[in-house]
């Protein structure tokens, strides 16, 4: 199947934009998204506690660099998200709970020009999934990586995959059944579907050791549910 390309992700989260606006409503299908959301930034927070500048990667509406400003008052944020309608949100939104800069940049982290060595806190929520061949996965972990001062952190919450296939095809089996709970056979197969059609989603250990090999000094896991992680790397 051919994946989605970059307009149609695009197009798709410009009409959503209210949804992922909100945490009780907009990530049912998002296993533990409340969980993770606290625990990336508060594990943030206690790496980085002085830190000036945070970098929300495919920013959404928000909903990250908002928690993040709960534990951090006041920090400059700069917001990356391919969708307008979804930056100009979170920009309303952000700005309003910080007295530091607000910087919003509609386009894709892979070709955005950001200033190296610069951010103490890097946050990743539901975007890195999106990501294709091992290239793409490499080349945007290193550029992450050059983005951050030395000390800093790069905390992702984001879709899994298993490396063992009998151990994915389970896992993802269970979060069908998962699903299939919340809105029955058609909502397993919608939410199924689009994952199918929309995302690439790689191992968590994959992603830990990419950034081991890139030179982040320590890696961490701080949850995981079936097919959903939240963890991170520090410079």
């Known amino acids: 199947m051919n994946k989605s390309t970059l307009e149609e992700i695009q197009q798709r989260f410009d009409k959503d934009v209210e949804r992922f606006s909100n945490l009780d409503t907009g990530q049912i299908a998002t296993i533990d998204a409340k969980i993770s959301l606290e625990l990336i930034t508060e594990a943030a927070k206690r790496i980085a506690p002085h830190a000036k500048n945070v970098l929300d990667v495919g920013c959404g509406a928000g909903n990250y660099t908002l928690m993040m400003l709960t534990k951090i008052p006041d920090l400059n944020c700069t917001l990356v998200d391919l969708s307008k309608p979804m930056i100009d949100k979170a920009y309303e939104r952000v700005s309003q709970n910080t007295k530091g800069a607000v910087n919003i940049l509609q386009g894709d982290i892979r070709t955005l020009e950001l200033r190296e060595n610069h951010y103490d806190i890097i946050l990743a929520g539901a975007v890195l999934h999106h990501l294709r061949d091992d290239n793409d996965w490499e080349t945007t972990f290193e550029k992450l990586f050059r983005l951050l001062i030395p000390g800093g952190c790069f905390m992702i919450s984001d879709l899994i995959t298993q490396d063992t296939p009998t151990l994915d095809e389970y896992i993802w089996e269970r979060y069908g059944d998962y699903l299939e709970s919340l809105g029955g056979k058609e909502y397993r197969k ?46």
């Not at 929309?198 to 097919?227: A, T, W």
């Open 190 to 235: 919608e939410v199924l579907d689009y994952i199918e059609k929309e995302d690439s989603p790689r191992s968590m250990n994959y992603q830990l050791e990419l950034m081991k090999q890139l030179g982040f000094r320590k890696v961490e896991i701080l949850h995981k549910n079936m097919c959903f992680g939240a963890f991170g790397g520090i410079k």
